[in-house]
Nanobody
Framework: QVHLVESGGGLVQTGGSLRLSCAAS????????MAWYRQAPGQERAFVAV????????TYTNSVKDRFTMSRDNAKNTVWLSMNSLRPEDTAVYYC????????????????WGQGTQVTVSS
């Protein structure tokens, strides 16, 4: 069992910043990477960013590259997503997920998901 809890969402204006966190607990032995996804109303859940537990390598979707940064703590059981220069199209529920695959970008590769945290960017 792996449990994920996201926090840090909120309401910001265009150009503002937020930092999301995800705390993992339970059986973390097989986790190779942790990722952030997001889902806007009426749209499918989409990949945002992923970080490897082994070497800290990261991958980002093109629309957030150079604006968002993903990081981990020393225990490798908590990850953050620092978001800068936010745009209205970033508005979505943001979900944390874990996988035993390496740097996966497809949702079917992820085994556990958090409940999500709402990010709203006003124009």
């Amino acid at each position: 069992q792996v449990h994920l809890v996201e926090s840090g969402g909120g309401l910001v204006q265009t150009g503002g910043s937020l930092r999301l966190s995800c705390a993992a607990s339970g059986n973390l032995f097989s986790i190779n990477a942790m990722a952030w996804y997001r889902q806007a109303p009426g749209q499918e859940r989409a990949f945002v960013a992923v970080i490897s537990n082994d070497d800290g390598r990261t991958t980002y979707t093109n629309s957030v590259k150079d604006r968002f940064t993903m990081s981990r703590d020393n225990a490798k059981n908590t990850v953050w997503l620092s978001m800068n220069s936010l745009r209205p199209e970033d508005t979505a529920v943001y979900y944390c997920a874990v996988t035993d695959y390496g740097l996966g970008t497809q949702s079917y590769q992820y085994d556990y998901w958090g409940q999500g945290t709402q990010v709203t960017v006003s124009s």
